[in-house]
């Protein structure tokens, strides 16, 4: 299945190459974020029946069975090796050493609960920093999930049970 | 931090194994699922203000500093070493080998989106099997998270950005 | 021989995509769990004899040779990176975190055993929580086990040795 | 909690070496087998009330708080440097490379299933060779466990749900 | 070193909850980033001169000898465990699944290179989403730095040798 | 090479598939135990001259070549992902946490020394247990080795140096 | 996608090979490093519009699409088992071994911060040590990086969410 | 019992550092190979009784309880972090890089067989190389093992058991 | 590049397969050791310009750009799962318990330094032992390195710099 | 043996802080590089005899044990999460991406041979670029040693065997 989605990711980024659009660009005409257009386009989410005519139209050089693949839950997945892009690494980086950090202030400020990956958006800008010079903006934005306390009266499964 | 938790998950334990109680007793007393009021004395789950006097009239010897310690979230957390023992291993296993089943059953019945591991429930119950031997029955049940699609309209974060 | 597995596998999804039939439907049809018949189309579990008629009625586009193959003690496996999807990583991270926790709720509610993972039942079912939104649960029902006194007595192969 | 199963460990192993008995010895005045009897003293498994009697006999030096300890369900699990141990490793290099093999006779000769290694027996056995040599014969004696064919009619955690 | 960090850590930490102060507080009054304070106090950054008199007016606790060994260039780790904490793997699952597309938008927008994870700020806020309901906006801002093109004639190190 | 092995391998298996013949049989009829005899199929290990007609007879259908290279000395190697699967999963398991003990024994009953996995035999054996139900015994039967003390004047090669 | 890059590199070293040409000459020509343009001919590093000509001078043979696709930004990426070679373990050896004091003079010297491997030159160059046998010298000249202190009002991209 | 060996160990070592001789005259006065007698003192080697009394000799403030320890059989093992030292990785590079080429000599000059690491002779020369250096010269001289055929009329574990 | 290395290495063995020699007929044809000439042929070491028409005249089957190939430089590598080939493994158990002593031995007769494995060379021989039976000696042999003390004065390379 | 090292370090490191000198003094005043001195005060490398007076001039409170004990050849070794640290991490990832292309140019300038990372200089220099900004400049500078070729005449250890 892996080697299926190699094959589909590769064909549809030949269609994105050809047409000489950008993901900032995709993302403007399909009212997407530029990562979610991106991911969308490699298969790491999946099409929604809304945002499907306006991709068609973005990029009319894509098959309609692409098109039908990329409608489909994909399996979400990375090449490991992929933190070796100093790119990529730095983003890593950040997260290991901020880490607790950031954890501990999600319990002050929320509670004992985390941010949510799944109900969440993520974003690239470019704004000028103090220096003027350019500087990269990765925003996450993820719904805050607070633990449930499990009652046993609440666990509607154990209710059918008895 | 981690040997602070190790201190005290084991001064709760010590208070549990003198009061001769069960978890099965604990939980029926708090209303907790059993699972649960496990997970709160291994300081894998916080205590709640709600559940606090009932787990203090369930195990009077508790003292109060750790108390307060169980309503602070916990950092989670377990010992890799934990999956050497066969009642762990054969959970992961199953976890392991039917993951990708369970997985595409949740994309035909729900839709594109996964169980939540936070708004959980986990109870441990015995059964009869059809031979009329003990089986034991491990229930997870989690709410159903579906993937956002990440429209930049409904991001918020971004739209205060501009 | 892991090879032949993968395209054993491709095929057999093949014909169910053709059927438009889910899991759930599969499942009706066979008088299997849902998860069962998804891990016998995977090769994850052997169709049995008694099973074999119901599948080719269920799925009449399978070939004679699959169905065949089908019924062979598989060599069961899987992919290391399946983790990596946040489905099965969900399931993982409940797993690892309440293991503890289950085997000591196991020991106090049925003795110094485990629960087996091969006389073992699996599957997904959807309910509505209190809050009246959907829950996925999935339940493990495995033969309780408990461990062997090894006296020399009762060792069969050591009498016969002797 | 590993801290004190180290702590136990060694307290039990200095009894033994006082006592000056071997393994044998011991495993002949309990009835054991004598991997089984070395297990229960490195709390690797459980002393039965039925054993504790006559290993109480066997080394008199046992204080009873140790041996109200060894008649908890132990947490199961060892040291993974033991490998590099040669005779330890001897014995993983002959599962590993003969352990393909030994799952293929099971499937022919037993049907689709794996032997227990909770309903088990293990024993070590000194032989002559055809050159009138020293042998080491190790013999595991585990049930025969059959994966069950999951019908949902048969999986009663199910029923009961319904 | 390494058991030093973690005693001074957990020193300042002790201070830290005497004042009952938050890290939004500390920020606040210190004028960082919640995010960077909190890695000042868990010496993950260090304290600048700028920032000693103001962070010694906050936490009036502090000892003297705790706030000169702050302003330290510190030796910059995380326990790899870590990641089993949900909040923290989050984190990490969203890095290493979007993290392609993230390079590859950055690429696009800024050149050949990476967003700096040295001159960098990072803060955690809360805003409420669309549905009214509370949300976590992670913010990395890091300044771009393009690759170098290596000329000779621009390689000082080079030129000095010559 | 080991692409040579696995289409060695496959070819081999092949021809005794189509030969509908059981290890078991097989071992029968070369006089081999049931192990060794599909060791000698997978090139795990070597056909010896003696034995090559016998398994000729036994399989007529094999080829001339692939009986060659099945009597040329094979790299021993095995899939790490085998252990996935619970049959060998159960035998690794039980070889960790019963080493510590077997090698203990071994030192008790032999002395310093350890079970040769060269000088060695292996089978699986079905017998009924005290409750009547089937048993797999799987019997390592290996030399015992005992270490060399490293006198110098028995090393030969040292001897000849000087 | 990195199968794509292992057949543009295999392509271009066929190219280098056939010109006879060393990375040396070819630095020469370009005005490179020798480290510099030996990473671009792997695809390590992008060709930039400037140096383009001059490649194309050096190697007449290069065709026109690899130049096209060595001027885009490559994902960076190497082989792990890299490492076994002694040649480039000699070099991983010097950095783990020396990487403590080389961080602890850049502190003393610079400040707290870092050397950029991105702002960043390499050359080897070969010398006549005092013994007068050669010796290999690899120079590794990055822009000194201090950490920013994340002051708030610093924060661009935090100004404009308020 | 890891603990306990590191701290023999070191009690052994500081003996030796007082006594001031190498191991070099240890092996002279002991009759030993000069790597044999570091492993004794490294408790990676039980010592004989035969050369119990030349070690007592050799080495007078070795304390009677340490004699009798080094008397009993080890649990052998090493830091797996030794490997990071050059003069041990050096050997290590040998014999991974070397390994395939050793192997097949092995077969092609004594047959489907191995060299022995228990029956097994090492120490440690000095030459002077053509070019009148030093050189370090390392014997590992083993006995060779040849595979077993596993004939079940030889194997006796198997006979007793029919 | 590995690729290319594994159809190159297969192609040598055929030809040497062919010709019916052995390694140890090779060595004596050529002047070399028989461990390196087998890494010859393995593309783990140089083929010389000197020694190039003595394997020509050994190999007449090898053709011209095979023996061209040979001559360059290769990157030196292995299969990491060679360890599991009991033959291999010995050799690794061998250096890995016995490495430390070799390491102290090496310090007390020759100073701070290693065993080049550069300048290096290995061979492996059958001697007959005290008991009259075959034994592999392996003899690792190379240069005697001492550490270098790093003086100012004595770093060419940093002479130039200023 | 560790543990003595950690506590070894820590005390030199005192007397360093407690000396307010810098490592570049300390090299200004041994004759010393820099690295090569912070890495005698790790003891990473051996104090020589002529370098103890200096260093005990320049740091007059090192007691005169540790200064003999750090005349001993070191065992060498490194904190594996020391790559964690930006510092260090970037020198690893241009190591490992750049090593490749480095080889390369070995193999071209010298021949078939390596950078010895014992006969070895490292320092660290700060240089302005050609942007008027601090740059760190860090210098390898090894002998040259080119693989032997290993000709059975040539092996002295084999002459003398013979």
Do not use: W
Request: glycine letters at 6%; proline letters at 6%; a negative charge.
């Amino acid at each position: 299945m892996e080697t299926t989605k190699v094959s589909t990711v590769s064909a549809i980024q030949a269609v994105k190459r050809k047409s000489g659009k950008t993901f900032a660009e995709l993302a403007q005409e399909t009212g997407l974020t530029n990562v979610y257009v991106a991911q969308v386009l490699k298969r790491q989410a999946r099409l929604s029946p809304e945002a499907a005519p306006k991709l068609r139209a973005a990029l009319p050089g894509l098959p309609e069975d692409l098109v039908h693949e990329m409608m489909e839950p994909p399996r979400r997945s990375y090449d490991p090796l992929l933190i070796q892009d100093p790119a990529i690494y730095r983003l890593n980086e950040a997260v290991m050493h901020f880490g607790e950090s950031i954890k501990e202030i999600i319990n002050e400020d929320f509670g004992d609960g985390i941010m949510s990956a799944i109900d969440f958006f993520c974003s690239v800008d470019k704004v000028k920093g103090v220096d003027g010079k350019d500087r990269v903006v990765i925003t996450f934005d993820g719904k805050y999930l607070p633990y449930t306390e499990q009652k046993s009266e609440n666990m509607v499964s154990k209710q059918n049970k008895e």
